[in-house]
């Protein structure tokens, strides 16, 4: 007969006293057996987050000895290449860490590649729930969090990326100096508040540093953390299949099973981190020397993040600038630079809405779509990744063009055009491909799959065997909803013939227009029963239809 193991009997008493006061035992076992899904794109989420925690620790950890000041100083230290170079107390102190500090090179190739990664983590984790339609509600307010996560984490790594004073470093805030300069009125006001006078001033670094270890920290730590308190209290969405409804989940509990699975995963993220940061060299400042205004590197790239805006600001033309009271607007500056990065995170943020808006359903979903299934949106997503990629493909303009032997000036006209028809071209055929793929379930869904089995009929006909998709499969198959919208059922006019005040309106007629849009050409499975048998494609008096009429 088996004894039931007690814990000590210390422990029993911390947990007695806490579960007196604050009664968690109930709610522990409660959130201890909460069910994760196993797909393993839930997983990106994860990087994303344990990424953060890497760049918080080594971000602590570089903070010891790095001196946020432009006080120039001539440098004397352990790398005797730059001995006697003036340069600043911020780059004097980051090669102190590289050369001087035990273990402070690769620690800061981690904070480095941590910061690469968890942006990129963010990227696709996006990704997925725009393609999957997982931002629907009631998960709006965690998508527009999610989006502010991003465009903090974008500033974040751009001030990073400008703390150590090297020559790429100032190159980039020079770069965001000349986009808030072109802000019309405010643009020189703006600048000298940032700067501290005239660039690069002598106060840039230590309001930066500020920014980048206490406030947009503060600001991206508590928005992770509402972040997941709203996940947590709204579930995860999960993939179509057997058993998996709006109210109900079918995945792995939260404690042992994905408990266990999450801490390796953050070990094998810190592995892949560390390694990449042992044996690939990134930003090596001391082969860039200090920043100085007056000189330029060629063949240098922002970091992966920021080639979009720099591509942007390189292939937008000047020809629609112009002058107001004698004020000048630089269109050429002020599009790539603020309005393009504007169309992007506003676009992503108001997409849930504008979704919703023109299709008119605002039931929650816990079931999340397959990209296939939205054509229109995965078209969207296609559309806004090809314009995203082709400008971050122009902010290595001048290295394409040395590379292949072609014009500079060719290379940027061909990017403009690029800029315009690849996103359209993208949408076409995304569209085009998830129709398709809908064909194809449609069709596997009501005939079964090929078996490569070859029948005769008794007329002499030779016709292919199709079998019964497994339950998995067809639950997968038949669980592609039905797009409609509101604005195509309701009726124009009423019963009396007077038309609908809201289709009169010009807002009432764009909705109905984009919800033609939004729903043309969308594969039905309406009338569509699930394959059942186990031999023939034709049924019994298909077989004798055909050998009667031969």
Not at 274 to 300: E, K
Not at 487 to 498: I, N, R, W, Y
Request: net charge neutral; with cysteine; glycine share 10%.
């Amino acid at each position: 007969m088996s004894k039931t193991t007690q814990a000590p009997k210390a422990l029993r008493g911390v947990g007695n006293f806490i579960d007196d006061r604050f009664h968690v035992a109930k709610m522990g076992e409660k959130n201890l057996r909460k069910v994760f899904p196993n797909h393993w794109s839930f997983m990106l989420g994860e990087i994303a987050l344990y990424s953060f925690i890497i760049l918080l620790v080594t971000g602590v950890f570089l903070t010891l000895w790095f001196k946020p000041s432009m006080i120039e100083v001539v440098y004397d230290g352990p790398y005797e290449r730059l001995n006697g170079v003036v340069m600043s107390e911020a780059y004097a102190s980051t090669l102190h860490i590289d050369f001087a500090v035990r273990g402070g090179f690769l620690v800061r190739q981690i904070h480095h590649w941590a910061a690469l990664i968890f942006v990129a983590s963010l990227v696709v984790h996006m990704l997925r729930v725009f393609f999957t339609g997982a931002f629907r509600k009631p998960r709006e307010i965690n998508w527009i969090i999610g989006v502010v996560i991003f465009t903090l984490a974008m500033l974040e790594g751009l001030f990073g990326y400008s703390l150590p004073d090297d020559l790429p470093s100032g190159m980039g805030v020079r770069i965001l100096q000349g986009v808030m300069l072109a802000l019309p009125l405010v643009g020189t006001y703006i600048s000298m508040f940032l700067f501290g006078g005239e660039f690069p001033g002598e106060d840039i670094i230590t309001r930066l540093y500020m920014l980048h270890v206490l406030a947009i920290p503060a600001l991206l730590l508590g928005l992770i953390v509402a972040h997941f308190m709203i996940l947590w209290h709204q579930k995860h969405t999960q993939y179509p299949g057997p058993g998996r409804t709006d109210k109900t989940v079918v995945g792995t509990p939260m404690f042992p099973g994905f408990a266990v699975k999450a801490g390796g995963f953050f070990f094998f993220t810190f592995a892949v981190i560390a390694g990449l940061s042992a044996f690939v060299q990134i930003n090596p400042i001391h082969l860039f020397g200090p920043f100085t205004p007056t000189s330029i590197t060629s063949g240098l790239q922002p970091d992966w993040y920021m080639g979009f805006m720099e591509g942007s600001l390189r292939i937008f033309p000047n020809w629609f600038d112009f002058q107001i009271f004698g004020y000048a607007v630089p269109i050429g500056v002020l599009v790539p630079g603020l309005v393009i990065p504007g169309i992007i995170f506003g676009g992503l943020g108001a997409w849930p809405f504008l979704e919703q808006w023109i299709t008119g359903d605002k039931r929650a979903h816990n079931v999340a779509d397959r990209p296939r299934n939205a054509p229109v949106r995965t078209a969207v997503g296609a559309a806004g990744i090809t314009f995203y990629g082709i400008l971050w493909l122009a902010g290595s303009n001048d290295i394409i063009s040395e590379t292949f032997s072609i014009s500079l000036y060719v290379t940027t006209y061909i990017f403009r055009v690029l800029a315009i028809v690849g996103p359209i071209i993208a949408f076409i055929a995304a569209k085009r491909i998830c129709l398709g793929l809908q064909r194809r379930d449609r069709d596997s869904l009501e005939h079964g799959y090929e078996s490569g089995i070859i029948q005769q009929l008794p007329s002499g006909e030779f016709i292919e065997v199709h079998k019964r998709n497994s339950e998995e499969t067809t639950e997968i198959l038949a669980s592609k909803p039905e797009i409609t919208s509101t604005a195509l059922t309701e009726p124009e006019t009423d019963d009396k013939g007077v038309k609908n005040p809201a289709s009169r309106k010009a807002k009432g007629r764009l909705r109905r227009a984009l919800a033609e849009w939004y729903t043309k050409d969308n594969v039905s499975l309406d009338g569509v029963e699930p394959h059942s048998g186990h031999h023939l494609h034709h049924s019994d008096e298909v077989v004798k239809e055909h050998a009667s009429h031969h």
